[in-house]
């Protein structure tokens, strides 16, 4: 399956269609897939997410072949917006493809996981007209931890 | 060389790229790093506590005891925070 696995980076300003995400995973026998919104934490008005173009999108793409290689994935994708975003809002989508549930389920977990250690993007704050760089937290670096 | 700056580090220093051309005595991030500091006060700020701060040697992740002997592009930024 991995020869002609599917795979999907797109970092993007446009608001994330999950619908169209989650038919171009549809192969298989099952797709498993995580949705990441905005919080309001703090009573945060916007975030604002940046990147380092290319390099982004270069993680992306290892850790989608990664996990192809490692669960035999018919299909991978992973989607980050960036720029400026509401609560509410999609901030990234995970997806895997598999020929049964617990390859796509693990498959997921994985790419969200360690998309938050090994991808550069960085989110910002703004909170009552003020903005803030959010920090690393340690359990991120933990759960990414349980896949290598 | 060129330089990238992201997030706080970006911000403190004022300036998201910048072309050095650093001393031949320059070995690794962490010289690199320490090199710059002298640049500005904003380097300055920026730079203070290297244990905050993170790297890329072209567009790879790399500890701070990495060579930078023949980098083309290295990024200094905080810790991600994405997903």
């Keep these: ?148 | 060389m060129q330089l990238l700056y992201f997030a706080w580090v970006r911000e403190r220093i004022g300036l998201g790229a910048e072309e050095v051309d650093p001393p031949v005595t320059i070995a690794t991030v962490a010289d690199l790093i320490a090199w710059l500091s002298s640049r500005s006060d904003g380097h300055a700020a920026a730079f203070a506590d290297p244990a905050r701060l993170r790297a890329a040697i072209d567009q790879a992740f790399v500890p701070l005891d990495t060579s930078v002997v023949g980098a083309r592009e290295v990024a200094i930024f905080p810790p991600v925070t994405g997903g």
């Design chain 1, 1 to 148: 399956m991995s020869d002609q696995a599917i795979i999907r980076v797109l970092v993007t300003t446009e608001a994330i269609d999950v619908a169209v995400e989650q038919i171009a995973l549809e192969q298989g026998g099952a797709v498993a897939t995580f949705t990441g919104l905005v919080r309001a934490d703090d009573g945060v008005a916007t975030l604002e997410l940046e990147h380092y173009p290319g390099a982004t999108e270069a993680a992306l793409t290892r850790l989608a072949e990664e996990a192809v290689e490692r669960w035999s994935l018919s299909a991978a994708s992973i989607i980050h917006r960036v720029g400026p975003m509401q609560p509410g809002e999609r901030i990234v989508f995970t997806g895997a493809a598999s020929a049964h549930r617990a390859a796509a389920l693990e498959a997921c977990a994985f790419l969200i996981d360690r998309l938050k250690t090994d991808a550069p993007f960085w989110k910002r704050e703004v909170v009552g007209g003020e903005g803030r760089w959010v920090e690393a937290r340690d359990s991120d670096d933990h759960a990414a931890d349980r896949w290598r």
